[in-house]
């Protein structure tokens, strides 16, 4: 409980939920367009920096393994994500997408409060498992993929390589491919010289975008309604399967239990911080008020009240 509340009571969490306040009692708030596209920019630069940063922290030998399973999570979740969306509830390429981009990518805070929940319990996970969070932020550019294959499809336009030059165009793909690449590359000398901007300044940055998305949840409360009973449904059952799914692949692969405790987690949790600023730029059309709600409103909380015990119990029980 003291978990559940911690990260409730988040800076980041609670600018959302002043931001759902705000529109719905209709609030004369609002943020401009080019202060929205800037904060755009800067947070999937931001975010593309840092995870360069930390895959180069790693040596390939030693977590070798676990990088070829976080590959093949990083295309499976979005996809069978995007799947399930698309034949089952229905939804629109672009909606699909962003969902399945939120559920692809990872909760930094689920991440954290996961390791911090392995420590309490006596079993540290391993330190490299933040190159995981790393390489899955790449499912966000998957999801991405899909829904613009998609939408060329429906359109009659099926050239997969212009789909591709399109996709390496949009803004929020080359931010996170290109800030990745960056990172990779500088020393932590190079690093240091921009971590005040990069680092110092991205959760009060990232609270003023998150109240600008919690408007914008507000104001689409009617459409998420209409697919409501669905996506609550989805956003339990899809980190059950996804954690049982990392957690039984961090036991085959030798993690141990706290190690595949934080993998399953990893896999169960859905980005409401990293994802957003992706779809904001490359999904205009896709609303936020129902992948965010759904990821912040609904997976996180259950995460933090049921999941990680959940988790906790099948990595134990796998480990004897």
């Known amino acids: 409980?003291?978990?559940?509340?911690?990260?409730?009571?988040?800076?980041?969490?609670?600018?959302?939920?002043?931001?759902?306040?705000?529109?719905?009692?209709?609030?004369?708030?609002?943020?401009?367009?080019?202060?929205?596209?800037?904060?755009?920019?800067?947070?999937?630069?931001?975010?593309?920096?840092?995870?360069?940063?930390?895959?180069?922290?790693?040596?390939?030998?030693?977590?070798g393994a676990l990088i070829g399973v976080a590959v093949a999570l990083t295309i499976a979740i979005p996809l069978a994500a995007f799947v399930v969306l698309r034949r089952l509830a229905r939804f629109d390429a672009a909606n699909a997408a962003a969902v399945a981009a939120h559920y692809g990518s990872v909760?930094?805070?689920?991440?954290?409060?996961?390791?911090?929940?392995?420590?309490?319990?006596?079993?540290?996970?391993?330190?490299?498992?933040?190159?995981?969070?790393?390489?899955?932020?790449?499912?966000?550019?998957?999801?991405?993929?899909?829904?613009?294959?998609?939408?060329?499809?429906?359109?009659g336009a099926m050239d997969l390589r212009g789909l591709a030059v399109e996709t390496l165009r949009g803004r929020g793909v080359l931010l996170l491919t290109g800030g990745m690449v960056i990172g990779l590359l500088i020393s932590d000398n190079g690093w240091n010289q921009i971590a005040p901007v990069y680092d110092d300044l991205f959760r009060g940055l990232l609270m003023?975008?998150?109240?600008?998305?919690?408007?914008?949840?507000?104001?689409?409360?009617?459409?998420?309604?209409?697919?409501?009973?669905?996506?609550?449904?989805?956003?339990?059952?899809?980190?059950?399967?996804?954690?049982?799914?990392?957690?039984?692949?961090?036991?085959?692969?030798?993690?141990g239990v706290g190690g595949s405790f934080v993998l399953g987690a990893v896999c169960a949790s859905a980005s409401y911080i990293d994802a957003p600023a992706a779809c904001r730029a490359a999904l205009p059309?896709?609303?936020?008020?129902?992948?965010?709600t759904a990821s912040l409103g609904v997976t996180f909380p259950f995460n933090m009240l049921a999941g990680l015990p959940l988790y906790w119990q099948l990595a134990s029980w796998l480990a004897g």
Do not use: C, H
Not at 8 to 22: E, N, T
Not at 211 to 225: I, P, T
Not at 226 to 253: E, K, S
């Open 208 to 255: 003023i975008f998150l109240l600008e998305m919690g408007m914008s949840a507000a104001r689409q409360l009617r459409s998420f309604a209409q697919v409501g009973a669905f996506m609550t449904t989805f956003a339990i059952l899809m980190p059950i399967v996804n954690g049982a799914i990392g957690v039984a692949l961090g036991a085959l692969i030798g993690l």
């Open 107 to 155: 909760s930094s805070v689920t991440f954290l409060a996961a390791m911090s929940f392995a420590n309490a319990m006596g079993d540290q996970a391993p330190g490299y498992m933040t190159a995981v969070v790393a390489i899955m932020e790449w499912a966000v550019i998957v999801a991405l993929v899909l829904g613009r294959w998609s939408m060329g499809r429906a359109e």
């Open 285 to 292: 059309q896709a609303n936020p008020g129902i992948y965010l």
């Open 1 to 63: 409980m003291d978990l559940l509340i911690t990260n409730l009571l988040s800076p980041i969490v609670l600018a959302f939920v002043l931001g759902i306040v705000a529109g719905l009692i209709k609030s004369e708030l609002e943020l401009p367009d080019a202060v929205l596209k800037l904060l755009s920019i800067y947070l999937l630069l931001s975010i593309g920096l840092k995870g360069g940063v930390e895959l180069a922290k790693t040596s390939f030998a030693e977590v």
